[in-house]
C-alpha cells in the first residue's frame, strides 16, 4: 500500500501535498523553474533530474487537457469539419514519431472532402486519440492504412495497424475511462473519443485480434 509519497531519481519521498493545497502547484512552478535552470546548469546529472521534471510536467498537463475535454459538453449540431483537412494536420502532428518507429502510412482520401457534422478541433482530437494508439501498438514498426468510405449521407474513416493487437479481455474495456494498458496511459483517450463522435450522432467501433493488429471504423454524418 502506498503512503501518500512519491518518489523520484532527483530527490527523496516528498508529501504528496503541497502549496496551495494541491500538488499541482508545486508541479507547475517545478516545470517553469525547471527550464530556467536546465539552460543554466553545466552539470549532467543536474541535467537529467531537471529533463524528469519537465517530461512529467508535461504529461501531467497532456492528462489534464484530456479530462477537461472529456467533461466538456460541445454543441452537437452546428459545427461542421473538413474530414481531409482535419485528418491531415493531425497526421502532420505524427510524422516525426511515425518515421522514428518506422511506421509506413498508406492513406486514401476522397476528393473533394467530405464536410462532417464535428466540431474540427475536436475531431482533431479523436484523431490524434486513434493515431496515438496506432503507434503504441506498433513499436517495432509496421503499417497504418487509413480509407474513407461514403454510403448515403455517412462516412465511415477505417483505420487499420500492423501492431501487436488486443485481447479480447481489453477488447471490451478499451472504450472504458480510466483503464489504460499503457504503462503511462491516464485511460482517457479512447473513452474521449467516442464520447465526442457520439455527441455529434457518430459511432467508433474498434476491432483486433492479438498479434493481428487492429482496425477502427469511425462513422460520421455529412453536413447539409
Known sequence: MGDGRRTGRCGGAQPAQSVG???????????????????ESEDAATRECLGDIIVQVDRMETWIRDLLLYSHQPDGNAQTANLNETLRQSLAGFDDRFARRDVALQVTLPEPSPQVRADPHLLGQVFNSLLANALEAMPNGGQLRVSVERRSRQITLVMNDTGIGLSPEQ???VFKPFVSYKQRGLGVGLALARRIVQRYGGRLELRSQPGAGATAYLQLSLAE
Open 21 to 39: 493545497g494541491h500538488p499541482l502547484f508545486e508541479q507547475v512552478l517545478q516545470r517553469a523553474s525547471a527550464d530556467e535552470l536546465a539552460a
Open 171 to 173: 477488447l471490451a474495456s
